[in-house]
């Protein structure tokens, strides 16, 4: 039974920054993309930013440059560094990871950006 844990989630003024962690269960699991995604209240989830195993990324056209996704393959997490943060940004960002033929979901931190 594969876990993803997060962490990293919190309240935030516009204009700041955090950093999202999402840590997979078990010393020893083949790992292939990693992505984040977010839902905001009464909007549909959307991806934000994929990673594959050898470091390609892809970003969301909403992130414009202000955030980053990075890996650790050796401790099976992915993150999510967020600059310049807008109120828009505003959602549950939940974790995803295909792991040997399945894709698992993280249990999702609330991101809350506002004055």
């Known amino acids: 039974q594969v876990q993803l844990v997060e962490s990293g989630g919190g309240l935030v003024q516009p204009g700041g920054s955090l950093r999202l962690s999402c840590a997979a269960s078990?010393?020893?699991?083949?790992?292939?993309?990693m992505e984040w995604h977010r839902q905001a209240p009464g909007k549909q989830r959307e991806l934000v930013a994929s990673i594959s195993r050898g470091d390609s990324t892809n970003y969301a056209d909403f992130v414009k440059g202000r955030f980053t996704i990075s890996r650790d393959n050796a401790k099976n997490t992915v993150y999510l560094q967020m600059n310049n943060l807008k109120p828009e940004d505003t959602a549950v960002y939940y974790c995803w990871m295909f792991i040997i033929f399945q894709g698992y979901w993280g249990q999702g931190t609330q991101v809350t950006v506002s004055s």
């Open positions: 078990g010393s020893s699991i083949g790992v292939y993309a």
